[in-house]
Antibody, heavy 120, light 107 residues
């Protein structure tokens, strides 16, 4: 079974940094890109960026460039999302997903989500 | 930037009735638009789930009451006979842009 399992909920203070993990299983990690999506409380889905685990090349949504960093360690089939200089507005659920690029762009499956709360 | 707009923002449908959600993209017409159009279902407290890709191809295991159609810049998700378990927010995605979501409830 293809699965993406994310790290647990985090509570951080403004100005701190954070790294969320997304461990893949059930498929060859380097055969698919990984993508990250943010969902603020009660709001919709926002695409943050994507990464090719083969060479760790990442492409970001310009709206989030410089604030987030996506990386991967293919030796442990794990992708990471780093958030820098956290603000209260970064409070959200963050999802990783496997990105299919076989003549389509679709995210499947998704991780269970990691809730990040930023509060002083 | 591609802007994807769904309509309506919410709708209430009786059990067994049809629900229709529209999705419009500002992406200039391209033959790739249809290939890069997907629909997701998100139930409360759960991550989104892929329902439809290539605008009209159902993901494996998705009930056939869900169907997608459209091309160019206008697309539609139809639930032919609404079931209680279909209560959710539905999102369309064109390339890497999501619509704002449509909340489907039981009337």
């Amino acid at each position: 079974e293809v699965q993406l399992v994310q790290s647990g909920a985090e509570v951080k203070k403004p100005g701190e940094s954070l790294r969320i993990s997304c461990m893949a299983s059930g498929y060859t990690f380097t055969n698919y890109w990984i993508t990250w999506v943010r969902q603020m409380p009660g709001k919709g889905l926002e695409w943050l960026g994507r990464l090719d685990p083969t060479d760790s090349y990442a492409h970001y949504n310009p709206s989030f460039q410089g604030h987030v960093t996506i990386s991967a360690d293919k030796s442990v089939s794990t992708a990471y999302l780093q958030l820098n200089s956290l603000k209260a507005s970064d409070t959200a659920m963050y999802y990783c997903a496997r990105l299919h690029t076989d003549d389509s762009i679709r995210f499947d499956p998704w991780g269970q989500g990691t809730l990040v709360t930023v509060s002083s | 930037d591609i802007v994807v707009t769904q309509s309506p923002d919410s709708l209430a449908v009786s059990l067994g009735e049809r629900a229709t959600i529209n999705c419009k993209s500002t992406q200039r017409y391209s033959s790739y638009n249809t290939k890069y159009l997907s629909w997701y279902q998100q139930k409360p407290g759960q991550p989104p789930k892929l329902l439809i890709y290539w605008a009209s191809t159902r993901e494996s295991g998705v009930p056939d009451r869900f169907s997608g159609s459209g091309s160019g810049t206008d697309f539609t998700l139809t639930i032919s006979s609404l079931q209680a378990e279909d209560v959710a927010v539905y999102y369309c995605q064109q390339y890497y842009s999501f619509g704002q979501g449509t909340k489907v409830e039981i009337k």
